[in-house]
Nanobody
Framework: QVTLVESGGGSVQPGGSLRLSCTAS????????MGWYRQAPGKQREFVTS???????NYADSVKSRVTISRDNAKNTVFLQMNAMKPEDTAVYYC????????????????WGQGTQVIVSA
């Protein structure tokens, strides 16, 4: 089994910054990609950003100029640095990872964290 644990959520004023972390643990053979999604009240979950094991990144247009994703492969940890935050960034942020298990090293399974709340408000 694989567990993703997020941390770093909280409240911030507009224009402020926040850094989220997510660590994967458990029976892991390899991690193909890690990333972040978010779900605002009354809306569907949406993609924010992702990073492959070799470092290639992808960002949603809505956050591209304001966020940076990074990864520590040795610690199975991904970070999300958010700057110049806006009220519309308010959401529950979910960590996502595509992980291969030792029992099936050629197949990547999708795992989710439980989410961390981010509130941007004056």
């Amino acid at each position: 089994q694989v567990t993703l644990v997020e941390s770093g959520g909280g409240s911030v004023q507009p224009g402020g910054s926040l850094r989220l972390s997510c660590t994967a643990s458990g029976s892991i053979s390899a991690i193909h990609s890690m990333g972040w999604y978010r779900q605002a009240p009354g809306k569907q979950r949406e993609f924010v950003t992702s990073i492959l094991s070799m470092g290639k990144t992808n960002y949603a247009d809505s956050v591209k100029s304001r966020v940076t994703i990074s990864r520590d492969n040795a610690k199975n940890t991904v970070f999300l640095q958010m700057n110049a935050m806006k009220p519309e960034d308010t959401a529950v942020y979910y960590c996502n990872a595509k992980v291969a298990l030792p029992t099936a090293p050629d197949r990547f399974n999708n795992y989710w964290g439980q989410g961390t709340q981010v509130i941007v408000s004056a």
